[in-house]
């Protein structure tokens, strides 16, 4: 069942051809409630080639309906660094963001990850980690 899933996932991010080229991170944000909903407990980092990436959680499927297209900041041997903006973002308490970035940082060796959020046009936001599990189709 679980490969079901990550073949799911896959085929909605990246297209079914690509799929024998793709990376899954299925990553596990243990400490999510501290970022007050702002970082979904589940992110799938899905990276079709070298050169892109595409992100679905919770919070991309609710704001932009679809995964969403990142950037790779960093990708070597030892750690793997994304970034992402959700755009047209509102608060429950009504406040609308232009848009707000993510940064997702995982050590490739041991699987931990670390995650900012930020509201475009703030100096701080909030933050997660937790640990991801690699998974190659």
């Known amino acids: 069942m679980r490969k079901v899933i990550i073949r799911a996932i896959l085929a909605v991010c990246i297209g079914a051809p690509a799929l024998a080229e793709g990376i899954l991170y299925e990553c596990d944000i243990t400490d999510h409630e501290r970022a007050r909903g702002w970082i979904s407990p589940k992110i799938a980092i899905v990276l079709p080639d070298s050169s892109s990436v595409k992100i679905v959680d919770a919070i991309t499927l609710s704001f932009a309906k679809e995964p969403v297209s990142g950037t790779i900041s960093r990708n070597n041997g030892k750690r793997l660094?994304?970034?992402?903006?959700?755009?047209?973002?509102?608060?429950?308490?009504?406040?609308?963001?232009?848009?707000?970035?993510?940064?997702?940082?995982?050590?490739?060796?041991?699987?931990?990850?670390?995650?900012?959020?930020?509201?475009?046009?703030?100096?701080?936001?909030?933050?997660?980690?937790?640990?991801?599990?690699?998974?190659?189709?």
Request: aromatic share 8%; charged share 20%.
């Open 81 to 137: 660094i994304v970034n992402w903006s959700i755009k047209g973002v509102k608060a429950d308490n009504g406040t609308s963001f232009a848009a707000v970035n993510y940064r997702a940082s995982i050590a490739k060796a041991t699987g931990a990850v670390s995650v900012t959020t930020i509201p475009a046009g703030y100096d701080s936001g909030l933050s997660g980690s937790g640990k991801c599990t690699t998974r190659r189709e």
